[in-house]
């Protein structure tokens, strides 16, 4: 990730500690050089840049990370992920209200939330080729969403709440691995 592009990430979160994401403009967020670059033309494009920011942070927080079994790892690195959420927490549930006002704008976002899977599955070694790999990336996919939200509604420090999710839904996704190996 460019610096500009993480400059407009972390600025984007900033605003949306003092404004909603329906009243955020791209004037708020974005400077006259980015401007005339044209490569962030809309909120759409920013929600873009803010899940490659995630990502980028999420490389970074989990290059590290020690070789264990496949559900350990994914539990790892997917609760890594929602420790960079939780550090901007205020400013993604701004952003996840907006949209479940207007679940068809998520629409547009599906290729690139499923690109954070696939680099989620990479981080974790866990194998998403082929179409066996599809099915999988796709239960990934909705592990991660229903742990998202009990991350939502996790008030504890600790992110209690969420690791015990995540954990049950592994658990949960882990039988239906034998329908697809």
Same mark, same amino acid.
């Given at each position: ?58 490389? &970074? %927080?989990?290059?590290? /990370?020690?070789? +264990?079994?496949?559900?350990? @790892? ?5 609760? =890594? !992920? *929602? ?20 679940? &068809? %704008?998520?629409?547009? /976002?599906?290729? +690139?939330?499923?690109?954070? @899977? ?5 981080? =974790? !070694? *866990? ?55």
């Amino acid at each position: 990730m460019i610096d500009i592009e993480k400059k407009i990430a972390e600025n984007t979160l900033k605003k949306l500690l003092k404004k909603s994401w329906e009243k955020l403009t791209l004037d708020d967020v974005l400077d006259k050089k980015v401007k005339k670059q044209k490569f962030i033309n809309s909120k759409t494009d920013l929600i873009k840049n803010l899940n490659r920011y995630v990502d980028n942070l999420l490389i &970074k %927080k989990t290059k590290d /990370l020690e070789i +264990s079994s496949s559900k350990d @790892m994914l539990f790892e690195v997917l609760m =890594a !992920r *929602f420790d960079i959420l939780q550090e901007n927490r205020i400013s993604f549930i701004k952003i996840f209200e907006a949209f479940k006002k207007s679940p &068809k %704008k998520i629409i547009k /976002l599906f290729p +690139s939330f499923l690109e954070s @899977m696939i680099i989620t599955a990479e981080l =974790a !070694r *866990f194998n998403v080729n082929g179409v066996k790999g599809t099915i999988r990336l796709k239960g990934l996919f909705l592990v991660y969403l229903i742990t998202f939200y009990s991350w939502i509604d996790d008030k504890t420090v600790s992110l209690e709440k969420t690791m015990n999710s995540l954990d049950k839904n592994l658990d949960k996704a882990n039988t239906f691995r034998k329908y697809i190996k």
